[in-house]
Structure formats: C-alpha cells, structure tokens
C-alpha cells in the first residue's frame, strides 16, 4: 500500500513540477501520469474497494491541485510585471533626405549604424556588406530606418 501512496504522491507532484516548471509535454509530465495510473491500477489489484478509494482520492487531490494553480493569484506570483519604458530611435521628419551622404559608424552586414546630417541612424544596405567610416548615401528613408549604398 505504501508503494501505491507513493506513486500517485511522486505522479502528482511530477505533474506539478511539468505544469510550473517545465511546460509542453516532456518526461516529468509522462512519467507523472504514468506513475499516478500506475499506483491506480495496483490498488485495483488489492482489491476493487481499495482501487475505488484510491481513484476518488487521486481525483480530489487533482482538482485541489487545479484550484490552487487556476487562481489568479498564483498565475500574477508566475507573470512578469515589470515594463519596458524605451522608444525606438526613429529617423527625424525632414533632417534625412534622398541623396544625402554620410559615413558608416559600425559595418553594415547589412544593417547597422550609419551618422547622415550628424544624426545616428540605422541604415541598411541590402546585397553588400560596408566596412565602418565608408562613404555612403541614402537611397530610401522610412520611419525608423534609411536604406544607403556606397558612394563611387
């Protein structure tokens, strides 16, 4: 009897263990459930009451389980409540234009960062790879980002 309280015992908390820990479907989570019908299965063969018992006390002890670890409380305790306050660097309206040159401050491989009107932009430049302080000028300027080729 002690074989089959340990079973279900080690199943269960194997089963905390994959719900908390280690989640999606991995050994801890298999061999709880494996362990938790095993001592099931060798309770039935003591004897039919025995198993009966057995099986309502593992099903209440689930859903204890399952109460305690569906309550918001304990899911806040789990959640990051910690924000991130920053902005992405975007490229000021009218200080970048079409045509304007600069040089690479990092090497574009093929994003990095490039200094065009004394602004330090991301720039990128697509098929070539730029070594830093490189002549370079803009083809194309978006939001957050400008597109630039090397300068002949």
Same mark, same amino acid.
């Given at each position: 009897?002690?074989?089959?309280?340990?079973?279900?015992?080690?199943?269960?908390?194997?089963?905390?263990?994959?719900?908390?820990?280690?989640?999606?479907?991995?050994?801890?989570?298999?061999?709880?459930?494996?362990?938790? &019908?095993?001592?099931?299965?060798?309770?039935?063969?003591?004897?039919?009451?025995?198993?009966?018992?057995?099986?309502?006390?593992?099903?209440?002890?689930?859903?204890?389980?399952?109460?305690?670890?569906?309550?918001?409380?304990?899911?806040?305790?789990?959640?990051?409540?910690?924000?991130?306050?920053?902005?992405?660097?975007?490229? &000021?309206?009218?200080?970048?234009?079409?045509?304007?040159?600069?040089?690479?401050?990092?090497?574009?491989?093929?994003?990095?960062?490039?200094?065009?009107?004394?602004?330090?932009?991301?720039?990128?430049?697509?098929?070539?790879?730029?070594?830093?302080?490189?002549?370079?000028?803009?083809?194309? &300027?978006?939001?957050?980002?400008?597109?630039?080729?090397?300068?002949?």
């Amino acid at each position: 009897m002690t074989i089959i309280i340990l079973l279900i015992i080690t199943g269960l908390l194997l089963l905390i263990l994959e719900f908390f820990v280690v989640p999606g479907i991995t050994i801890a989570g298999i061999g709880g459930l494996g362990m938790i &019908v095993g001592g099931i299965f060798m309770a039935y063969g003591l004897d039919t009451a025995t198993g009966h018992i057995t099986l309502a006390l593992t099903i209440f002890l689930t859903l204890i389980i399952l109460f305690y670890a569906l309550r918001t409380k304990t899911w806040q305790k789990l959640m990051l409540s910690s924000s991130i306050n920053s902005n992405v660097d975007t490229v &000021v309206e009218n200080s970048i234009n079409i045509g304007d040159t600069g040089k690479t401050i990092t090497r574009l491989n093929p994003i990095g960062k490039a200094r065009i009107n004394g602004q330090d932009v991301e720039a990128r430049c697509p098929g070539q790879f730029l070594d830093p302080k490189t002549e370079i000028e803009v083809t194309e &300027v978006y939001k957050t980002y400008i597109i630039v080729k090397p300068v002949k």
